[in-house]
């Protein structure tokens, strides 16, 4: 039997409005819209971005409700069953932190030296967390 190679293609997030989000994950972090397409079986309109191959595909429904306040906070989201947020890689995590910053981004305090990573965590509009991470001792 042949073994079966997986390879990360992408997350769905739902946004209150596509547009914002789509600004946003471009200004922030350099995501490039695919596509955008609209899906009234679905009852919702959605784009697909990329950064270097990953893809993160905002959803944006007709209706949307927000986001509840314990999805919004680091330790109460955790406590639930269910995604919890999308983290994204990089070399240098002060450097993010003062990139990311200075863009205005809301930053969910400062950044965390863990066993395996260094990191922080930033709010997208909607609330939605993005963990920054830098790896330690070869991660």
């Known amino acids: 039997m042949t073994e079966i190679n997986y390879k990360p293609d992408h997350v769905a997030l ?5 547009e914002r989000s789509m600004e946003w994950y471009e200004t922030m972090f350099g995501f490039e819209k695919e596509t955008q397409f609209d899906r009234p079986d679905l009852r919702l309109k959605g784009a697909m971005m990329r950064l270097q191959g ?3 595909e905002l959803f944006q429904p007709y209706e949307a409700g927000e986001l509840p306040e314990y999805r ?6 955790l406590s639930v069953t269910g995604t919890k947020h999308l983290a994204l890689l990089v070399a240098d995590v002060q450097r993010a932190y003062v990139s990311l910053e200075s863009k205005g981004a809301d930053i969910d305090g400062d950044i965390v030296t863990g066993k395996t990573a260094k990191y922080f965590v930033v709010k997208d509009p909607d609330g939605i967390l993005v963990e920054v991470k830098e790896a330690l001792r070869g991660e």
């Open 72 to 77: 919004r906070e680091w330790g109460s989201d």
């Open 14 to 18: 739902t946004v209150s409005d596509l």
């Open 54 to 56: 990953f893809g993160v």
